[in-house]
């Protein structure tokens, strides 16, 4: 539904400069005219070009009123680990990318969007954190993806690590990933306080980003449903990143 709004906006920007142009050549030339020829009475010259000019500058509040919200942020979109390190495996399936695969599909529904986002790194590329952490810099919304793992193979469920300013934005996101995959949710209903969580200082997250764990690649049906159905996740946690950014 988003993805078609967007669209219409866009449609609309671009044709109301034309429907000024034409109220300007046409319309307001016309009454005078109408007034000339003693058609209608003067006075109501101006009173249809006050009651246009009205109309106009609502319809361009209105109109123009999506890409306030965005005026110079942009979305970073970074994926966890590097091409170097793999962050955690399950056999030959490296953290790494999984979570590139998965970047990759959140800024395809982003910019399919019109949303303004930097990367780090473009199809298989995935730069590390130092490149990360330079890529968030200036960003209206920073989320970085990575895959838990633990010793016991039950272990389950998707979260978010933010700080407290975020916990609205975190929770939206697991939740968004936890209906696409059929999981559950982890934490303070998919929010881990990063100001109380145990991993310590984590430098994205203290450098303002959020990072969405995507499941357990541990567990085997984790990973089997992250497998099948990464891509209508991706979309879910797109969906959340474009209704923040247009502060909906
Ligand atoms: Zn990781």
């Keep these: ?55 106009l500058s609502w319809l361009g509040k209105k109109w123009y009123q999506p890409s306030l919200h965005q005026p110079l942020g942009f979305v970073a979109v970074t994926a966890g680990h590097s091409n170097t390190d793999p962050g955690a495996v399950n056999g030959k399936i490296k953290e790494s990318e999984l979570v590139t695969n998965f970047r990759n599909a959140v800024v395809h529904y982003l910019r399919e969007a019109g949303i303004t986002t930097r990367t780090d790194g473009t199809g298989t590329q995935n730069d590390p954190l130092s490149s990360a952490l330079k890529v968030i810099k200036g960003s209206s919304v920073a989320v970085e993806f990575h895959m838990n793992a633990a010793a016991s ?31 559950r949710l ?4 998919g929010w881990i306080d990063q100001s109380k969580s145990a991993r310590g200082s984590l430098a994205y997250i203290n450098a303002g980003g959020l990072i969405v ?20 996740a991706a979309k879910a946690v797109a969906k959340v990143l474009i209704e923040y950014e247009k502060g909906a």
């Excluded at 700080?163 to 999981?183: T, Y």
């Excluded at 982890?186 to 209903?189: C, H, I, Q, S, T």
């Excluded at 764990?213 to 209508?232: D, H, K, P, T, V």
């Design 1 to 55: 539904m988003k993805f078609i709004e967007q669209n219409a906006w866009q449609f609309l920007s671009v044709k109301l400069p034309v429907l000024g142009a034409f109220l300007l050549l046409v319309l307001i030339p016309g009454l005078q005219w109408a007034v000339d020829f003693k058609l209608i009475p003067v006075e109501y010259h101006a009173y249809v070009t006050g009651g246009v000019m009205v109309f």
């Design 153 to 183: 193979k039950h272990a389950n469920g998707i979260e978010t690590i933010a700080l407290p300013h975020d916990k609205k934005l975190a929770q939206d996101l697991s939740a968004a990933v936890a209906s696409a995959l059929g999981s």
């Design 186 to 189: 982890r934490g303070d209903n």
């Design 213 to 232: 764990e995507l499941g357990f690649i541990s567990n085997e049906a984790e990973l089997a449903a992250f497998q099948a159905r990464y891509w209508i």
